[in-house]
T-cell receptor, first 115, second 116 residues
Framework: AQSVTQLGSHVSVSEGALVLLRCNYSSSVPPYLFWYVQYPNQGLQLLLKYTSAATLVKGINGFEAEFKKSETSFHLTKPSAHMSDAAEYFCAVSQISGSARQLTFGSGTQLTVLP | ETGVTQSPTHLIKTRGQQVTLRCSSQSGHNTVSWYQQALGQGPQFIFQYYREEENGRGNFPPRFSGLQFPNYSSELNVNALELDDSALYLC???????????????FGPGTRLTVL
């Protein structure tokens, strides 16, 4: 079974600083990987996805992630944090369950942006 | 383009009761997945419906069941509610054309279920 591990349940950065949220995956086949963001009392919004095309993936709101097979990582970055980036971020891998394609999520990283 | 909608937004039930949650998929999508997100955790896959049939299930007991309707909307039913069923229930829609379909799933805002 495929899985993802998010290192750091809480990350704090100052406004304007680099954001780095870590995700490592475990997969015996080329994975499809995703980052989602969840604002308080809301559902999940897709930030970006990796589907075996370019290894550097650009998403919405200035976020990007790089797929590194040698490190089995898919870390999320943003050069300059904004207050509006404060939210919970989930890394997920897509895998087959029966005839369905399901998402398996990490435990999440809560991002706090300090003024 | 209409996004994924869910109803109700909040629900309070007592242990042993039954509950039905509803989801309307995004326009153009034909597949619906349901996830349970307990407080402080990532979402867990419950099951997926395609062509009105369940085509995949996670590690959830049979008292979790669902339906998909011809217009691709869906229901999640939970019988004999337990305290641990308290969670945010998320519906996600996607498009599949045979096979396993595309990867991208779009989520609704969720239904917050509290079991007392």
């Amino acid at each position: 079974a495929q899985s993802v591990t998010q290192l750091g349940s809480h990350v704090s950065v100052s406004e304007g600083a680099l954001v780095l949220l870590r995700c490592n995956y475990s997969s015996s086949v080329p994975p499809y990987l995703f980052w989602y963001v969840q604002y308080p009392n809301q559902g999940l919004q897709l930030l970006l996805k990796y589907t075996s095309a370019a290894t550097l993936v650009k998403g919405i709101n200035g976020f990007e992630a790089e797929f590194k097979k040698s490190e089995t990582s898919f870390h999320l970055t943003k050069p300059s944090a904004h207050m509006s980036d404060a939210a919970e971020y989930f890394c997920a891998v897509s895998q087959i369950s029966g005839s369905a394609r399901q998402l398996t999520f990490g435990s999440g990283t809560q991002l706090t942006v300090l003024p | 383009e209409t996004g994924v909608t869910q109803s109700p937004t909040h629900l309070i039930k007592t242990r042993g009761q039954q509950v039905t949650l509803r989801c309307s998929s995004q326009s153009g999508h034909n597949t619906v997945s349901w996830y349970q997100q307990a407080l402080g955790q990532g979402p867990q896959f419950i099951f997926q419906y395609y062509r009105e049939e369940e085509n995949g299930r996670g590690n959830f007991p049979p008292r979790f069941s669902g339906l998909q309707f011809p217009n691709y909307s869906s229901e999640l039913n939970v019988n004999a509610l337990e305290l641990d069923d308290s969670a945010l229930y998320l519906c996600a829609s996607s498009f599949a054309s045979g096979g396993y379909g595309r990867n991208e799933q779009f989520f609704g805002p969720g239904t917050r279920l509290t079991v007392l």
